[in-house]
T-cell receptor
Framework: GQSLEQPSEVTAVEGAIVQINCTYQ??????LSWYQQHDGGAPTFLSY????GLEETGRFSSFLSRSDSYGYLLLQELQMKDSASYFC??????????FGAGTRLFVKA | NAGVMQNPRHLVRRRGQEARLRCSPM?????VYWYRQLPEEGLKFMVY????????ESGMPKERFSAEFPKEGPSILRIQQVVRGDSAAYFC??????????????FGPGTRLTVL
């Protein structure tokens, strides 16, 4: 079967750094994406890794290791508004994308 | 440039009725995806369409569910004879022709379906 594993919940304090891991097992792999979703809102795209290494976009960075079927999202200088659910997603082939169950991030003052 | 639009935002149906969900992709986007999300869960892929073509419907239940993306007008996800288990948020997403390079999908605000 195809699966993406990520922690269900992470708590951190304002100003800190948090890392959300994602391991995947899929029949095909074209790239790993990350999405943010606030309660009641729509998912919004954060980042995409097709090749090994680190991609940085402002306070957010994303890492991929294809040999380990592993990636992570790194959020720096956490703000209260970062409290949301974060989903990793794998494009498995063609245009089909499989999403993880999501990690709920709680940012405390 | 308007984003992905979905309507209605909330839909209430009684068991056995039909639910019709609409999605207008972003201007210039010809790829449409439908996802279902249950509370506290991730997005489950249902179907991927291009104009007038269903490309991949492997995530869609074989019965009662259908989707279309006509040459003119929005994409429609249709659920016939709804049951309580169909209650969920249904999200539509779109991407441009040939993909976005970054694999980005642009999501609409979703339709929250409640089956009584």
């Amino acid at each position: 079967g195809q699966s993406l594993e990520q922690p269900s919940e992470v708590t951190a304090v304002e100003g800190a750094i948090v890392q959300i891991n994602c391991t995947y097992q899929t029949s095909g792999f074209y790239g790993l994406s990350w999405y943010q979703q606030h309660d009641g809102g729509a998912p919004t795209f954060l980042s995409y890794n097709a090749l090994d290494g680190l991609e940085e976009t402002g306070r957010f960075s994303s890492f991929l290791s294809r040999s380990d079927s592993y990636g992570y999202l790194l959020l720096q200088e956490l703000q209260m508004k970062d409290s949301a659910s974060y989903f990793c997603a794998v494009r498995t082939g063609g245009f089909k994308t499989i999403f993880g169950a999501g990690t709920r991030l709680f940012v405390k003052a | 440039n308007a984003g992905v639009m979905q309507n209605p935002r909330h839909l209430v149906r009684r068991r056995g009725q039909e639910a019709r969900l609409r999605c207008s992709p972003m201007k210039g986007h010809s790829h449409v995806y439908w996802y279902r999300q249950l509370p506290e869960e991730g997005l489950k892929f249902m179907v991927y369409l291009q104009k007038e073509n269903i490309i991949d419907e492997s995530g869609m239940p074989k019965e009662r569910f259908s989707a279309e993306f006509p040459k003119e007008g929005p994409s429609i996800l249709r659920i016939q004879q709804v049951v309580r288990g169909d209650s969920a948020a249904y999200f539509c997403a779109s991407s441009p022709v040939g993909g976005s390079g970054t694999d980005e999908q642009f999501f609409g605000p979703g339709t929250r379906l409640t089956v009584l």
